[in-house]
């Protein structure tokens, strides 16, 4: 349980860096922000994954919290082109 309402968070926080890296008004509500965050985050980790792998045992990866903010930007672009 606690790791959804994790997730929902670093969504919510990646979500806003990417809207805030986005250049141009972006008309999408709190849920498709979360929405975009995890989904950046999931594209982001994919990317940090070809890589390097994180640490075995380290509660986080900060390249993976700049690729998910990459990641990010790159799932609003592309809902924004279509």
């Known amino acids: 349980m606690f790791h959804f ?3 929902l968070i670093v969504g919510l926080v990646v ?3 990417a ?3 986005h250049p141009g008004p972006d008309h ?3 849920l498709l922000t979360i929405a975009v965050g995890i989904a950046g985050s999931f594209v982001g980790g994919f990317i ?3 890589f390097k792998r994180p640490t075995p045992g380290a509660p986080v990866h900060p390249p993976g919290l700049i ?3 990459i990641g990010a930007v790159i799932v609003l672009v592309i809902l924004n082109h279509f």
Request: charged share 5%; aromatic share 16%; hydrophobic share 55%.
């Open 48 to 50: 940090g994954h070809l």
């Open 15 to 17: 979500g806003l860096l």
């Open 5 to 7: 309402i994790g997730y």
């Open 19 to 21: 809207r805030f890296f």
């Open 67 to 69: 690729l998910s903010v």
């Open 28 to 30: 999408i509500g709190l």
